[in-house]
């Protein structure tokens, strides 16, 4: 469902103990490394959704105006 913005007001997907733990794994393997940290998210992401939008999660991480 979305708001009157376009924005989702809820999913059905939550995130499981599964995700969080790829996630920490990624950042704790690569925390050297920002670019590794960045390709290896967007790897774990596309394999949970083939739709998944590399390009544009690069973007919005790299945005250092968001606050």
Not at 21 to 40: D, F, P, Q, R, V
Request: overall charge positive; some cysteine.
């Amino acid at each position: 469902m979305l708001d009157i913005h376009g924005v989702f007001l809820y999913t059905d997907y939550i995130m499981t103990k599964k995700d969080y733990i790829a996630i920490g794994t990624i950042l704790n393997k690569y925390s050297k490394s920002e670019h590794m940290i960045l390709l290896k998210l967007c790897e774990y992401f596309k394999k949970d959704n083939p739709k998944f939008n590399a390009g544009k999660f690069i973007e919005l991480v790299a945005d250092d105006k968001l606050s």
